[in-house]
Nanobody, 128 residues
Framework: QVQLVESGGGSVQAGGSLRLSCLAS????????MGWFRQGPGKQREGVAN????????NYADSVKGRFTASRENAADTMDLLLDSLNNEDTATYYC?????????????????????WGQGTQVTVSS
């Protein structure tokens, strides 16, 4: 029984930072790709970041590259997302996602339908 729980959301002024966390249970974390998606008001869900099982070389959406940093701690079954230099376009509900990833696997991580499990989301609101 897989469960993903996000935390760390809140309200922040433009230019500020937040750190989101995702705690996973019921999954072999070391065999799971982990990702972040977000959905802003009136927008479709979009991929933000992906980390493969080994934790190296995360993938990022162009809109957040250079501002967001994803990391994972397999021993703690957690994945974090550091959001820096936030702007109004970053206002969204942020979702943690997971899927089984075979060694050496490669997939279109930005497609939400390629993911198996989802958290309930945590709200990030950026004010100007």
């Amino acid at each position: 029984q897989v469960q993903l729980v996000e935390s760390g959301g809140g309200s922040v002024q433009a230019g500020g930072s937040l750190r989101l966390s995702c705690l996973a249970s019921g999954v072999t974390f070391g065999s799971a790709c982990m990702g972040w998606f977000r959905q802003g008001p009136g927008k479709q869900r979009e991929g933000v970041a992906n980390i493969y099982t080994g934790g190296g070389s995360p993938n990022y959406a162009d809109s957040v590259k250079g501002r967001f940093t994803a990391s994972r701690e397999n021993a703690a079954d957690t994945m974090d997302l550091l959001l820096d230099s936030l702007n109004n376009e970053d206002t969204a509900t942020y979702y943690c996602a997971s899927r089984y990833c075979a060694p050496g696997g490669n997939f279109n991580w930005s497609n939400q339908y390629n993911w198996e499990y989802w958290g309930q989301g945590t709200q990030v609101t950026v004010s100007s």
